[in-house]
């Protein structure tokens, strides 16, 4: 158990639909980082905050966002989601905002039909 | 570019026999360099890192892995696999502004009894 969590596990849901994924960090920990995890694609850096504050960003299509909240959980937000959007998405957790090794959650399996 | 490769998608090896996954990296700087592991169903978990000194590191469950600055390779190793290896493995870099990670495509390991 890495100490990251991430709810729900599992997320069905329709083309066209909206959808929150939700992840708490490590104790003490103050970056979080969301990957998509596609078999196409691979493991693809998605964006990454720290203390509350957007610190850098990777492949995120426009349809994405996220944020992170003062309790530092963090949210990452899918919108007018297609069938290309199903994947595993992971949250990872480190106590600086770079050069640290990550800990990863169990991820969230989100299913677009 | 930065990228990782890992040349090898799936390997077979029998219980108890020796192992090594190959990672090559390319990065204009120093790497920070990683191998994550995960088994099905199950988020990503660190075996071990390389940020600098001693070239050769040593990780959980009896894996090690050396760097070598001169072929751009990071190959982890482990003397002896047991079935419970059986996973997939990830080469990761990292030293990039905001600690982002960027994965090769994995290498599955399947253990003969």
């Known amino acids: 158990d890495s100490g990251v969590t991430q709810t729900p596990k599992h997320l069905i849901t329709a083309t066209g639909q909206r959808v929150t994924l939700r992840c708490s960090p490590r104790?003490?920990?103050?970056?979080v980082y969301w990957y998509q995890q596609s078999l196409d694609q691979g493991l693809q850096f998605l964006i990454q905050?720290?203390?509350?504050?957007?610190?850098a960003k990777g492949n995120i299509l426009e349809r994405f966002s996220a944020q992170q909240f003062p309790d530092l959980h963090s949210e990452l937000n899918l919108s007018s989601l297609e069938l290309g959007d199903s994947a595993l998405y992971f949250c990872?957790?480190?106590?600086?905002?770079?050069?640290?090794?990550?800990?990863f959650g169990p991820g969230t399996r989100l299913t677009v039909l | 570019a930065q990228s990782v490769t890992q040349p090898d998608i799936h390997i077979t090896v029998s219980e108890g026999a020796s192992l090594e996954l190959r990672c090559n990296y390319s990065?204009?700087?120093?790497?920070?360099l990683f191998w994550y592991v995960q088994s099905p169903g199950q988020g990503l978990q660190l075996l071990l890192k390389?940020?600098?000194?001693?070239?050769l590191v040593q990780g959980i469950k009896g894996f090690e892995a050396e760097f070598k600055r001169s072929q751009s390779s990071f190959n982890l190793r482990k003397p002896s696999v047991h079935w419970s290896d059986a996973a997939e493995y990830f080469c990761?870099?990292?030293?990039?502004?905001?600690?982002?990670?960027?994965f090769g495509q994995g290498t599955e390991l399947s253990v003969k009894p």
């Open positions: 990872a957790s480190s106590v600086g905002p770079g050069y640290n090794e990550q800990f």
């Open positions: 104790s003490g920990d103050l970056s």
């Open positions: 905050y720290y203390n509350g504050e957007e610190r």
């Open positions: 990065y204009g700087a120093t790497p920070y």
């Open positions: 390389y940020f600098s000194g001693d070239t």
């Open positions: 990761a870099v990292g030293g990039f502004q905001g600690g982002k990670l960027i």
